[in-house]
């Protein structure tokens, strides 16, 4: 009995010992002709004289070298290993350098999955649109990408499953002679000592120039723990990874050595590294006959370029047509335009918006403007864009973006209105950089928009249908008034007048039912106004997917707040206590009131401006008032369909263009005009 316990146990160290040795594996390559465990894919390959390059001076391309024989993970042993590799990144001559490399620990050799661009060649974009890959890196990265928070363009990051490194350094090594840390150029062209050491939960990565010993100190130092990031994975697989997408640089393996027992690992023959090759300019010692034909070339293309600018300058020239005297006070002239923004230079350019580019300009008197540009490909329809561009610029209210001409040429249109230097109001409201918007200016902005549409729908000369108000199309001034623009949808008929119908035109989320039967009134226009008077008190967008059931729509969400007694709770929480109850319940009222979904339960913009100035008491309505809780069905189908990507804002607001020729008329937002 006891010769049989004793044979067991023996059988059972054995079996350990077999199991701990089998875990352990350590291997050198000084060069790598020849070698048989290497696994190579994509453009990596041998050369003859034992360099192993990953990628030459193609872009798009991706190389992956592994070590064939997995490393196994133990629950009984903690993994840890060291490596030691001597790298050379090479630019092209004359061409910005490309992306990096990596040494790559992964539980498969297969990155059929990965992309030549940007991702190093082991990430890809999943599909919430962030890189990722189950995957440990450390990468030597010769690109500044800020998308991944990369610190410079010559950095050494640790990366766990993205290309967002939770360790990075820019590439420098310890001097021990001069006990300060010196900076490396990843992308000399000069090899490159690399040491990576796990043990214990902490990696540490080194780097030095070829001829300099391994620092005292490491670069990075990382709390890693590979059994948290390799969960369900018994074996894992160690080698190199690398990509050139459109920045392209050569990258070269000249030594390798690895081991998983730290003081096991091989010392590499520096002496007997194979030499990195360095691609030169190609030079051409030109002959007379050369320099002829070359001079012959620069005058035959002086020639064509000459005539292509004449054919240009005069397809392009200023157009003016008889019927267009009527309108010649509100015309520029383009020479006037053009030397207001410097030959629309770069440095002028606000944005651009759905219709055309926005620059900034100067008048004589230093009058600040903004210059729409936008394109058309024929004459149709041109007579009553002018004159429908007279009519606006006709309109005189202190908040409205004024707009001050045209000018027309013969495949271009220019608008000139007045610059706006605070831009729209989208951006203080949903921008993190700019500072927090008061409640008192949010409520004086509230007014004056207020006041603009009550100007629109009763006082201008005809009734103005404004037909897409929202927080991006609403300006401020110097000193934050909103200014209403962006009139691309806007329609006009007579006091008394029928509105004939047209497109369903705006935006998801500020239209009202009725657009769907293609029917735009002052009402519509309310109802937006409704909805964006919620939007300036909530601080968020009428429609947002992304939140839970209950707050998706924000018209809802506000009447589930007032049912629930808590209407304040539905408030902008960067507001802070920084805004009187009382002002705060009203807006929010008025904004479900003019939202209604019934077009007779709405108020006029007359009213509104009554209620708001608190010349006249706001009816008695509560969140049960017939009209409000009936917005969940019509505005949950309106979610969906943003969420679904099948009917976005965008496309809604480009089918005006079948109903208009030159849409063109919107302000652009976000920049000031």
């Not at 059988?11 to 190579?40: K, M």
């Not at 600040?368 to 394109?375: F, N, Q, T």
Request: glycine share 8%.
């Amino acid at each position: 009995m006891t010769c049989g316990l004793l044979q067991i146990l023996m059988i059972s160290c054995f079996h350990l010992i077999y199991l701990t040795c089998q875990q352990e594996i350590s291997f050198v390559y000084d060069n790598f002709l020849g070698q048989e465990n290497l696994y190579l894919d994509g453009s990596a390959t041998v050369l003859p004289n034992g360099l192993l390059q990953l990628t030459n001076a193609s872009d798009h391309q991706m190389a992956h070298v592994f070590y064939k024989e997995p490393i196994r993970l133990s629950s009984s042993k903690p993994l840890s290993f060291s490596t030691h590799f001597v790298c050379a990144l090479v630019p092209q001559p004359g061409v910005e350098g490309g992306h990096g490399m990596a040494f790559v620990v992964s539980p498969s050799m297969d990155f059929s999955h990965a992309e030549s661009t940007r991702y190093l060649g082991i990430f890809n974009v999943s599909k919430n649109g962030s890189p990722s890959s189950d995957v440990f890196a450390v990468e030597l990265d010769t690109i500044w990408n800020p998308d991944f928070e990369d610190i410079n363009n010559n950095h050494v990051g640790i990366d766990v499953h993205t290309p967002l490194s939770v360790g990075i350094a820019s590439a420098s090594y310890y001097s021990d002679i001069k006990k300060k840390n010196e900076s490396i150029n990843l992308l000399s062209g000069k090899p490159i000592h690399v040491w990576v050491d796990y043990e214990g939960n902490m990696l540490n990565v080194s780097m030095a120039p070829l001829e300099v010993q391994k620092p005292s100190r490491p670069l990075l130092s990382q709390p890693i723990n590979l059994s948290e990031i390799f969960p369900n994975r018994s074996r894992l697989f160690v080698g190199f990874s690398a990509a050139t997408g459109t920045a392209i640089s050569y990258q070269y393996l000249l030594s390798w050595s690895f081991s998983t027992k730290r003081g096991s690992l091989q010392l590499l023959g520096i002496s007997r590294l194979p030499e990195v090759p360095h691609p030169r300019a190609v030079h051409k010692n030109l002959s007379r006959r050369v320099i002829v034909l070359l001079g012959f070339l620069a005058i035959v293309g002086l020639v064509v370029l000459t005539g292509m600018y004449i054919f240009r300058r005069r397809k392009y020239a200023e157009v003016t047509e008889a019927w267009e005297k009527e309108f010649g006070a509100h015309r520029f002239s383009y020479k006037s335009l053009y030397k207001a923004t410097n030959g629309f230079n770069k440095d002028e350019f606000l944005g651009k918006g759905g219709f055309g580019e926005v620059y900034r300009g100067a008048l004589l008197l230093s009058r600040e403007i903004a210059v729409k540009r936008m394109s058309h490909d024929g004459d149709q329809g041109v007579k009553q864009f002018v004159s429908e561009v007279v009519s606006m610029r006709c309109l005189k209210h202190r908040n409205l973006v004024p707009l001050l001409g045209y000018c027309r040429r013969k495949h271009e249109l220019l608008l000139v209105s007045e610059y706006m230097p605070n831009g729209s109001l989208d951006e203080h409201l949903f921008d993190d950089q700019k500072p927090v918007l008061p409640w008192p200016q949010r409520l004086v902005i509230v007014k004056g928009i207020a006041s603009a549409l009550c100007y629109l729908h009763t006082g201008a000369d005809q009734v103005v249908l404004h037909r897409d108000i929202k927080a991006s199309n609403i300006m401020l001034d110097a000193e934050f008034n909103g200014r209403l623009g962006d009139f691309g949808m806007a329609r006009f008929h007579d006091h008394g007048g029928y509105a004939y119908p047209t497109g369903a035109v705006g935006t998801i989320g500020y239209m009202a039912p009725e657009i769907i039967d293609m029917v735009a009134s002052t009402g519509t226009d309310v109802y937006a106004f409704g909805v964006f008077m919620l939007e300036v008190t909530c601080g968020r967008r009428p429609v947002e997917p992304q939140l839970q059931c209950e707050k998706r729509i924000l018209i809802k969400w506000v009447c589930e707040c007032w049912k629930r007694d808590s209407l304040l709770d539905a408030i902008d929480p960067r507001l802070g206590d920084e805004f009187l109850p009382e002002e705060v319940e009203l807006v929010m009222k008025l904004g479900l009131l003019c939202s209604n979904i019934v077009p007779e339960s709405r108020p006029t913009m007359e009213q509104v401006v009554l209620y708001l100035n608190k010349s006249l008491p706001l009816p008695d309505v509560s969140p049960y008032t017939v009209g409000f809780s009936s917005h969940s069905s019509v505005l949950i189908d309106a979610a969906s369909l943003v969420a679904s990507g099948s009917w976005s804002a965008s496309s809604i607001s480009s089918s005006s263009a079948n109903n208009s020729p030159f849409n063109g008329l919107a302000m652009v937002t976000h920049i000031g005009i």
